[in-house]
């Protein structure tokens, strides 16, 4: 299928690539995209003509579930081959991009300093704050550091990696702007409730900005906040909204317990916050949600479709990333429902809504009221399908 992708918007922190760098990064983006659209699907065709007949003949049923299919799937040479490449295009793509970003990290550096010697926004750190264990032990989908890697006083590489990696991670669905999520949240909460104008709003684990400046394009005259854990992150993410000119208040705080007072906030959005959070830390998050909404405030969330609509194949290609590419909550969070987080939080359960998105590698996206109205032609993970749900606070106090 051909494919083709724009390069990342180029605002003023975007790291600059040289002829070589380029190339790299563009031959890792067309494997990608050869396997997602000419090798993955054939994985499914493999299931039904060998592998399920075989654990049949051998077992006198078929699989119960997503793990007895992995591991039927993870014998076959296909699989495992598909599995191998996929791992090393990973590592390959974070490799030679931050290879280029450490070339120039002094320069994102003095950038980010004087693109905050007058600053439109804030950007509050606290040096205090640890970052959670389920973030610093690991580096989430194999991106080195993490979200909350710190190399130097002034540092800002964690959030230039994640802004031009993720980028082609993403293979272009995203958006160039890194803001595909962010803007179709924003679309549906502008269908979901027309008649709001929210004051506060707070993007919760912002990363770098992309799902926030949504928010205040869509409300300029709100007050608009994001809060993550990493103090590298949030130091890019003010100065690519600087160099944006975006009026954002960025803050280092952890999204389980903030310092932001009861009944603050209008609003408060997550995108892609859960499947990268524990099961004990997301019902934290909810519950803290919960408390700094004003009453009749809204929460809207959205991440990579949960499970239950799937079949045993698409669920183990779907937990592929859990076992095999550094997401260790991929599979607690796709077993979840929304309304179940939602009710931990303290919401009613029987005022959660939910809806689907799909998007392309413009960024464009698409909304569903059903998961199964649109196929996932890639048959494999949850990069391009994504639910969107949420609820409002109670009105009373």
């Not at 997550?270 to 019902?283: D, I, K, L, N, Y």
Request: proline share 6%; aromatic share 10%.
């Amino acid at each position: 299928m051909a494919v083709s992708i724009d390069e990342p918007f180029h605002h003023k922190m975007m790291p600059s690539v040289s002829h070589d760098e380029l190339a790299r990064q563009r031959a890792t983006l067309s494997m990608k995209l050869h396997m997602t659209y000419d090798i993955y699907p054939r994985d499914e065709d493999v299931y039904a003509a060998h592998t399920l007949p075989a654990f049949v003949k051998e077992h006198r049923r078929p699989p119960r579930d997503k793990t007895e299919v992995r591991h039927a799937m993870m014998r076959e040479p296909t699989t495992q081959m598909w599995s191998a490449i996929a791992r090393t295009m990973q590592e390959m793509l974070w490799y030679d991009t931050g290879a280029a970003i450490e070339r120039q990290l002094g320069d994102l550096m003095l950038k980010a300093r004087r693109l905050g010697e007058k600053p439109l926004g804030t950007l509050r750190l606290n040096p205090d704050l640890p970052v959670p264990r389920y973030l610093s032990a690991i580096d989430i989908h194999a991106m080195p550091g993490s979200y909350g890697g710190d190399l130097a006083e002034g540092d800002v590489y964690a959030g230039a990696l994640y802004d031009r990696g993720a980028y082609y991670y993403t293979k272009g669905l995203t958006g160039p702007l890194n803001d595909g999520s962010g803007r179709s949240l924003v679309a549906s909460f502008r269908e979901l409730f027309p008649e709001a104008r929210p004051r506060r709003i707070l993007d919760l684990g912002c990363a770098i900005g992309g799902s926030t400046i949504p928010w205040l394009d869509a409300f300029p005259e709100a007050e608009v906040h994001g809060i993550d854990v990493g103090a590298a992150v949030l130091r890019y993410a003010h100065a690519r909204a600087e160099a944006l000119e975006k009026r954002i208040h960025f803050a280092q705080e952890n999204g389980e317990q903030t310092r932001f007072p009861d009944d603050y906030f209008d609003v408060v959005a997550t995108t892609g916050v859960f499947h990268e959070t524990s099961t004990a830390a997301s019902r934290n998050i909810m519950r803290e949600i919960h408390r700094i909404l004003a009453p009749g405030g809204i929460s809207m969330n959205s991440d990579i479709p949960h499970q239950h609509a799937n079949d045993l194949h698409d669920q183990f290609m779907l937990d592929w990333d859990c076992h095999y590419n550094a997401e260790p909550f991929w599979a607690h969070w796709t077993a979840m429902t929304s309304r179940d987080l939602m009710a931990a939080g303290g919401f009613d359960p029987q005022t959660v809504w939910e809806c689907w998105r799909s998007r392309d590698h413009k960024g464009n996206f698409h909304l569903h009221d059903s998961p199964k109205e649109h196929p996932n032609e890639t048959n494999k993970g949850g990069i391009g399908k994504g639910v969107f749900w949420g609820a409002r606070k109670s009105e009373r106090t």
